[in-house]
């Protein structure tokens, strides 16, 4: 019998949150600056990883924006992209909902375009490489207001019907979901899916904020749901999605410890928890590092529900959701 990250590695699944400027590795951030004739405060990749080190979600974002200024061109965010994909077919991760940023880029000049069409053109061989195939959300930042939101919004009009979502991050406490009820609601009345970190630092209030106001289909985070019990019958009782982020959470001090990690109380709460990787090449790990530093609090059963929730949860239509499953059970099957 093989052992269960061995075999949580395996899995068929999917990744459900995922920040494409947080898959930048250090590596390729430097080759950008060159590339792009940008300065980086940094002398080497060395100098990079030392300085991911992060007490809170704030300390974090502050680098990361910082990061994603040596990202110019069309090509940058293809090969952003490419980079990622690859990757995560080698965690037998078959498809992916991919996050990105908009207004990070695009308040530095970028234009709209070269960001939707460089990511676009990963996402096309990715499938054709791989088969992984992928969807784009797009983020709102909440530290900014509504109108720059609406703005963004309309910005990424001629592309609407290659963006399967919208969602929002960035700096949640202080920057409630309410903030962005109207561009949400328009969202939705665009056809576009809605997704919400909340809970991640944010307390159970967002959460309910998140389902109430901005109306998601599906939750980002959630840790601090937890200490609502109602809250958490209400999401179990929904089937609501939540994209845990079990590295990022230990990166970013929402847990002491990876052992004290609420992923298995989740799972008996009767939560759909999926497990992903949020910001991997800041947070030390792609997603199968998240399940490998899950699995000894876990079931076997367990890591196949949480492969199971993860095209349950994912955007994917009814067909494509039972031909993943069909193939999760068979891989588990094959190693019984
Ligand atoms: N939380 C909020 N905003 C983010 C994150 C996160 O974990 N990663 C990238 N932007
Ligand atoms: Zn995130």
């Known amino acids: 019998m093989i052992d269960p990250a061995t075999f949580a590695a395996g899995l068929p699944k999917a990744e459900l949150h995922l920040h494409i400027e947080g898959s930048l590795e ?6 950008l600056a060159k590339r792009n004739g940008v300065a ?3 002398a080497s990749v060395e100098e990079v990883r030392a300085a991911y080190e992060f007490s809170n979600l704030q300390d974090f974002l502050d680098i990361y924006y910082r990061g994603a200024d040596v990202l110019r061109t069309e090509r940058d965010f293809t090969d952003l992209a490419t980079a990622y994909f690859n990757r995560a077919a080698a965690d037998t991760v078959r498809h992916a909902e991919i996050f990105f940023d908009p207004q990070t880029h695009t308040d530095r000049g970028v234009p709209m375009a070269a960001v939707i069409e460089g990511l676009l053109a990963a ?16 983020c709102f930042l909440r530290h900014l207001d509504e109108e720059a939101a609406f703005a963004t919004l309309t910005a990424a009009g001629p592309w609407l019907d290659r963006i399967a979502a919208v969602g929002l991050d960035s700096s949640e406490v202080g920057n409630p979901p309410e903030k962005f009820a109207r561009v949400f609601a328009r969202a939705g009345d665009m056809g576009l899916r809605r ?3 909340a809970g991640e630092e944010g307390p159970p209030a967002y959460v309910a904020q998140a389902l109430d106001t901005l109306r998601i289909d599906r939750l980002d985070h959630g840790n601090r749901a937890m200490e609502d019990p109602l809250l958490v019958a209400r999401l179990a009782r929904s089937g609501m999605a939540l994209t845990v982020c079990p590295l990022s959470n230990l990166k970013l001090c929402v847990v002491d410890r990876i ?3 609420p992923i298995r109380a989740m799972l008996r709460a009767g939560l759909r928890a999926t497990i992903n990787s949020d910001d991997p090449a800041y947070f030390g ?3 199968n590092d998240n399940f490998r530093a899950i699995a000894p609090q876990l079931t076997r059963d367990d890591l196949i529900a ?3 929730n993860s095209f349950l949860g994912s955007f994917l239509d009814d067909a494509a959701v039972a031909d993943h499953l069909a193939g999760l059970d068979a891989y588990a099957a094959a190693h019984a």
């Open 123 to 138: 996402m096309a061989q990715a499938e054709a490489a791989h088969g992984l195939t992928s969807r784009l959300i797009l």
């Open 26 to 31: 250090p590596e390729l951030m430097f080759a």
């Open 285 to 287: 790990g792609y997603v």
């Open 259 to 261: 052992d004290a990690h």
């Open 40 to 42: 980086i405060p940094f």
């Open 195 to 197: 997704v919400a970190h």
């Open 306 to 308: 949480l492969a199971r």
